[in-house]
């Protein structure tokens, strides 16, 4: 290889140069020590070791661990040539006096690029050039390093130099603090000099001293213009230009060529651009190990041994890396909780699965359990869950929603208040003071609780909002204590700053802060660092989002490596215990059905108060939603809202209770008084009549009879009746009317209603409108005379006003219905059960 070479030939210079000593007393010998040739002979030895690092790649800790002797170019003397070599990087840096207008010193730069990228361990050296005054153009022959990935394009507007700067300040500050980890060096080479603030800051960077990893050329310095004083820079060896063309060079710091400050006492001519062909195979050479090392792959993230860490001090996971280095965020006393931001597409639900992954590939399930939430369309956590396509789930999962409600939201909360407070008391109750400590016979894993989209929780600004609000500063002030650990994302925080004053006390317990692209909000005002970003990449910051904070890291994007993903998924759940549940899943755009109900499908002739189905309540476990139909005036059923699911909830109630009893043990008279529900209302008698009920159907004023006849009297022998009314509107005319005893059939409709569960008569009836159900029962103020509602799609506040409930939270909208109970207070959302079929759409058909 030609650098090989290049440096080949200036070991060989050096040691001729030896033989000459006259010369070499005068030039070589007097870089390291004067007067001591020893020392000469130890800088040969580093130079030979360079030129061997080109093909032998040695360790970059090895390669680093002092100055690099370097070579600028070639000494004259009366005795002959021999090279002159400077001291960079390890505190040292370089100033040549003229900058890279002038084509010598745009050649010298070049070849110092050329050089230090050749000689140094494949990806240990960054180079970041600046060339304002030639646009870039003193670069344009090093074109195919920049193509290959293996130098930035040149900075060339005050703002890309800032830029650089700060990039280069953030380095030597992580550097400086760095314990572990291998070096790495970041080379700026300044082709000119920039101006005012941007000066000092580079001046700065000079005086960070050896642990910084940073080493400075600067072209121009010190800068011509009279009358300022520039700043000055620390640890540099000055070059200087003469109008012959050759160069002077000062005495390097810590090794001086001279005894009196002169400098090297003999001209030295630049060495001038490297050769062509080494440019091009040095750019193959690092652009394949850019490309190795830029495609982060997502097994990057699993470690070596599954489920082989304890939580007991926290969690940790690698979520990607900076520059070579694996970059690792944890869960524990320091960073309990997480806060990502990203606008839509920015890689979120990628940066999710890579955490979620890494975690569950680390710790057991007895170490670590995954509550998983997602508010938005879509299929973040999909893969977390049992599908018809693949059985496997991940162990770890307890609860997962997908296009969760809000009111799920707030049932996982309290669900993990509760655990909370369990794990409270339990460490109450051992006296101990960390989960680490309580007995090991039971497992107590770590929780992490991510809720994707976040903010939709807080939307509405109302009781479930202030739930959500006071649920979460509950969970995000305590929860480091108990193990459980929040992650919330989102892709806006301004509408949630807005709303609540509360938001310093929540997000104030919220140290790691990650940003994707767009997801600036997350950091402090001050700090932009993630406008810029690409995507796959993103701003973690462990100091609430303090620009100083700020690293960069890439992470791998799962999606790409569905492969590996899914097998490491097969993994761990091949590896789970025997018996272990999978997770209590909610999918928010899934209808319910009765029919697959766990309690529907339990149900025994024989209990001893039947129960009435009605749907699936929206929390963690979907619990069915029933109500008790006992003794107790009042227990009828009312299913309210002009959407035909109403004809289906009636269906399912009717056919639950027809379960509980042996046939003969209660009669079911089946009233289809509207033709939008007579397809149901037969479906519901063949299904009666198949499991050997006795059935009848009523009309309207057949309806009237039977009310007449089960308000003056017991029911006709023993057992239950149930009176099913589908579309009680439909018969309210005829029910309005009187009789000859000026009797109407509402009366008896309200005497059945007060009279009726005592002799095992209950009234199952689907109103279309609110205001039908009040006037039929004779004014809202009876309203505990059907106790329990399901309010299909009817308007929050006309409920409430219903029910006599000032700030009742409910919006109507497809496929969900509240739930009330009006003797044990119960006010639930839930999926309604609908008859598969007559599912209704967002617009209520
Ligand atoms: N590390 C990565 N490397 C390359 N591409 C990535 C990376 N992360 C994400 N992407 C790509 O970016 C796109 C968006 O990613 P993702 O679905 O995670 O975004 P999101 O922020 O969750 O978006 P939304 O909020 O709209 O769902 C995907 O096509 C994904 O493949």
Same mark, same amino acid.
């Given at each position: 290889?030609?650098?090989?070479?290049?440096?080949?030939?200036?070991?060989?210079?050096?040691?001729?140069?030896?033989?000459?000593?006259?010369?070499?007393?005068?030039?070589?010998?007097?870089?390291?020590?004067?007067?001591?040739?020893?020392?000469?002979?130890?800088?040969?030895?580093?130079?030979?070791?360079?030129?061997?690092?080109?093909?032998?790649?040695?360790?970059?800790?090895?390669?680093?661990?002092?100055?690099?002797?370097?070579?600028?170019?070639?000494?004259?003397?009366?005795?002959?040539?021999?090279?002159?070599?400077?001291?960079?990087?390890?505190?040292?840096?370089?100033?040549?006096?003229?900058?890279?207008?002038?084509?010598?010193?745009?050649?010298?730069?070049?070849?110092?690029?050329?050089?230090?990228?050749?000689?140094?361990?494949?990806?240990?050296?960054?180079?970041?050039?600046?060339?304002?005054?030639?646009?870039?153009?003193?670069?344009?022959?090093?074109?195919?390093?920049?193509?290959?990935?293996?130098?930035?394009?040149?900075?060339?507007?005050?703002?890309?130099?800032?830029?650089?700067?700060?990039?280069?300040?953030?380095?030597?500050?992580?550097?400086?603090?760095?314990?572990?980890?291998?070096?790495?060096?970041?080379?700026?080479?300044?082709?000119?000099?920039?101006?005012?603030?941007?000066?000092?800051?580079?001046?700065?960077?000079?005086?960070?001293?050896?642990?910084?990893?940073?080493?400075?050329?600067?072209?121009?310095?010190?800068?011509?213009?009279?009358?300022?004083?520039?700043?000055?820079?620390?640890?540099?060896?000055?070059?200087?230009?003469?109008?012959?063309?050759?160069?002077?060079?000062?005495?390097?710091?810590?090794?001086?060529?001279?005894?009196?400050?002169?400098?090297?006492?003999?001209?030295?001519?630049?060495?001038?651009?490297?050769?062509?062909? @080494? $440019? %091009?195979? +040095?750019?193959?050479?690092?652009? =394949?190990?850019? #490309? &190795?090392? /830029?495609? *982060?792959?997502?097994?990057?993230?699993?470690?070596?041994?599954?489920?082989?860490?304890?939580?007991?001090?926290?969690?940790?996971?690698?979520?990607?890396?900076?520059?070579?280095?694996?970059?690792?965020?944890?869960?524990?006393?320091?960073?309990?909780?997480?806060?990502?931001?990203?606008?839509?597409?920015?890689?979120?639900?990628?940066?999710?699965?890579?955490?979620?992954?890494?975690?569950?590939?680390?710790?057991?399930?007895?170490?670590?359990?995954?509550?998983?939430?997602?508010?938005?369309?879509?299929?973040?956590?999909?893969?977390?869950?049992?599908?018809?396509?693949?059985?496997?789930?991940?162990?770890?999962?307890?609860?997962?929603?997908?296009?969760?409600?809000?009111?799920? @939201? $707030? %049932?996982? +909360?309290?669900?993990?208040?509760? =655990?909370?407070? #369990? &794990?409270? /008391?339990? *460490?109450?109750?051992?006296?101990?003071?960390?989960?680490?400590?309580?007995?090991?016979?039971?497992?107590?894993?770590?929780?992490?609780?991510?809720?994707?989209?976040?903010?939709?929780?807080?939307?509405?600004?109302?009781?479930?909002?202030?739930?959500?609000?006071?649920?979460?500063?509950?969970?995000?002030?305590?929860?480091?204590?108990?193990?459980?650990?929040?992650?919330?994302?989102?892709?806006?925080?301004?509408?949630?700053?807005?709303?609540?004053?509360?938001?310093?006390?929540?997000?104030?317990?919220?140290?790691?802060?990650?940003?994707?692209?767009?997801?600036?909000?997350?950091?402090?005002?001050?700090?932009?660092?993630?406008?810029?970003?690409?995507?796959?990449?993103?701003?973690?910051?462990?100091?609430?989002?303090?620009?100083?904070?700020?690293?960069?890291? &890439?992470?791998?994007?799962?999606?790409?490596?569905?492969?590996?993903?899914?097998?490491?998924?097969?993994?761990?759940?091949?590896?789970?215990?025997?018996?272990?549940?999978?997770?209590?899943?909610?999918?928010?755009?899934?209808?319910?059905?009765?029919?697959?109900?766990?309690?529907?499908?339990?149900?025994?002739?024989?209990?001893?108060?039947?129960?009435?189905?009605?749907?699936?309540?929206?929390?963690?476990?979907?619990?069915?939603?029933?109500?008790?139909?006992?003794?107790?005036?009042?227990?009828?059923?009312?299913?309210?809202?002009?959407?035909?699911?109403?004809?289906?909830?009636?269906?399912?109630?009717?056919?639950?209770?027809?379960?509980?009893?042996?046939?003969?043990?209660?009669?079911?008279?089946?009233?289809?008084?509207?033709?939008?529900?007579?397809?149901?209302?037969?479906?519901?008698?063949?299904?009666?009549?198949?499991?050997?009920?006795?059935?009848?159907?009523?009309?309207?004023?057949?309806?009237?009879?039977?009310?007449?006849?089960?308000?003056?009297?017991?029911?006709?022998?023993?057992?239950?009746?149930?009176?099913?009314?589908?579309?009680?509107?439909?018969?309210?005319?005829?029910?309005?009317?009187?009789?000859?005893?000026?009797?109407?059939?509402?009366?008896?409709?309200?005497?059945?209603?007060?009279?009726?569960?005592?002799?095992?008569?209950?009234?199952?009836?689907?109103?279309?409108?609110?205001?039908?159900?009040?006037?039929?029962?004779?004014?809202?103020?009876?309203?505990?005379?059907?106790?329990?509602?399901?309010?299909?799609?009817?308007?929050?506040?006309?409920?409430?006003?219903?029910?006599?409930?000032?700030?009742?939270?409910?919006?109507?909208?497809?496929?969900?219905?509240?739930?009330?109970?009006?003797?044990?207070?119960?006010?639930?959302?839930?999926?309604?059960?609908?008859?598969?079929?007559?599912?209704?759409?967002?617009?209520?058909?």
């Amino acid at each position: 290889m030609g650098l090989a070479a290049t440096f080949g030939r200036a070991v060989a210079a050096h040691r001729q140069a030896r033989a000459h000593l006259d010369a070499a007393r005068y030039g070589l010998a007097e870089i390291q020590a004067p007067a001591d040739s020893g020392e000469a002979a130890g800088i040969v030895d580093r130079l030979r070791r360079i030129g061997e690092a080109v093909s032998a790649e040695p360790e970059p800790a090895q390669f680093f661990a002092g100055p690099l002797p370097v070579r600028l170019g070639v000494a004259t003397t009366m005795d002959g040539e021999f090279p002159a070599v400077v001291p960079l990087h390890g505190g040292t840096h370089l100033a040549i006096d003229t900058d890279a207008r002038d084509r010598r010193v745009a050649a010298l730069l070049r070849t110092l690029v050329v050089r230090l990228l050749a000689a140094a361990p494949a990806g240990s050296v960054r180079v970041s050039v600046l060339d304002a005054a030639a646009l870039g153009a003193t670069f344009l022959p090093l074109r195919a390093l920049v193509d290959a990935g293996a130098l930035p394009p040149p900075a060339t507007t005050e703002a890309e130099i800032a830029a650089r700067l700060d990039e280069a300040e953030r380095h030597a500050r992580a550097a400086q603090q760095a314990t572990t980890g291998t070096p790495e060096l970041l080379l700026l080479v300044a082709a000119s000099l920039p101006d005012g603030r941007d000066l000092a800051r580079l001046a700065a960077l000079t005086h960070a001293g050896p642990t910084a990893g940073v080493c400075v050329i600067a072209a121009g310095y010190p800068p011509r213009s009279a009358g300022l004083t520039p700043p000055p820079l620390g640890g540099t060896t000055g070059v200087r230009l003469d109008h012959q063309g050759y160069a002077w060079i000062g005495d390097p710091p810590g090794h001086p060529f001279s005894s009196d400050g002169s400098g090297l006492a003999a001209p030295v001519r630049l060495d001038g651009d490297p050769p062509a062909g @080494g $440019v %091009a195979a +040095l750019a193959d050479r690092l652009g =394949e190990v850019h #490309r &190795r090392e /830029s495609t *982060l792959d997502f097994t990057d993230l699993l470690p070596a041994r599954p489920w082989a860490e304890s939580s007991g001090n926290g969690l940790r996971a690698v979520i990607g890396r900076s520059g070579r280095e694996p970059v690792i965020c944890a869960f524990d006393d320091q960073t309990p909780h997480w806060l990502v931001g990203g606008r839509t597409g920015a890689g979120k639900t990628v940066f999710l699965l890579d955490v979620l992954y890494g975690l569950a590939a680390r710790y057991s399930p007895d170490e670590l359990s995954l509550y998983l939430l997602d508010f938005k369309e879509g299929v973040s956590f999909t893969e977390f869950v049992p599908t018809g396509r693949d059985p496997s789930w991940i162990p770890h999962a307890r609860a997962v929603g997908i296009e969760s409600d809000r009111e799920y @939201g $707030v %049932a996982v +909360l309290r669900e993990l208040r509760r =655990e909370l407070n #369990r &794990r409270a /008391s339990a *460490l109450k109750r051992h006296g101990v003071t960390k989960l680490s400590d309580l007995p090991r016979d039971k497992p107590v894993p770590r929780i992490v609780a991510v809720i994707d989209e976040f903010h939709v929780l807080f939307a509405g600004n109302d009781a479930v909002a202030r739930e959500a609000v006071t649920l979460l500063e509950e969970l995000a002030r305590k929860g480091r204590s108990y193990g459980i650990h929040l992650v919330l994302a989102s892709q806006s925080m301004t509408g949630i700053e807005a709303l609540y004053g509360k938001t310093d006390s929540i997000f104030g317990q919220f140290p790691l802060r990650v940003a994707l692209p767009g997801g600036g909000g997350v950091l402090d005002t001050l700090n932009d660092a993630a406008g810029a970003l690409p995507i796959g990449s993103a701003i973690i910051n462990p100091a609430a989002g303090l620009a100083a904070a700020n690293s960069v890291v &890439r992470f791998p994007d799962a999606h790409a490596s569905a492969a590996e993903v899914a097998q490491l998924r097969h993994e761990l759940w091949q590896a789970r215990k025997p018996g272990s549940r999978p997770p209590a899943v909610f999918k928010g755009y899934e209808s319910a059905h009765v029919e697959d109900d766990p309690t529907y499908r339990g149900l025994v002739p024989g209990g001893r108060r039947p129960l009435a189905l009605v749907g699936r309540t929206v929390d963690v476990d979907l619990t069915s939603a029933l109500f008790p139909l006992d003794a107790t005036p009042g227990r009828h059923l009312a299913v309210v809202g002009t959407s035909p699911v109403g004809a289906s909830v009636l269906h399912a109630a009717t056919i639950s209770l027809a379960r509980q009893h042996p046939p003969g043990s209660a009669r079911f008279l089946i009233a289809p008084l509207v033709a939008v529900a007579d397809e149901i209302a037969d479906a519901t008698m063949a299904e009666l009549a198949e499991a050997g009920h006795p059935v009848s159907r009523l009309d309207a004023a057949g309806l009237r009879d039977e009310l007449r006849k089960l308000s003056g009297q017991p029911a006709d022998g023993p057992g239950r009746t149930f009176l099913v009314g589908y579309g009680m509107d439909g018969a309210s005319g005829i029910l309005s009317a009187r009789d000859e005893n000026y009797k109407s059939g509402l009366d008896d409709l309200q005497a059945v209603l007060r009279q009726g569960p005592a002799y095992g008569v209950h009234l199952l009836g689907w109103w279309r409108g609110l205001r039908r159900l009040s006037d039929d029962i004779g004014g809202s103020s009876n309203r505990d005379d059907i106790a329990c509602l399901v309010a299909l799609n009817v308007p929050g506040g006309e409920l409430g006003m219903y029910l006599g409930v000032t700030d009742l939270a409910y919006t109507p909208r497809a496929n969900r219905a509240l739930l009330v109970d009006r003797h044990d207070q119960r006010t639930r959302l839930i999926v309604p059960f609908v008859r598969p079929g007559y599912e209704e759409d967002d617009e209520g058909h």
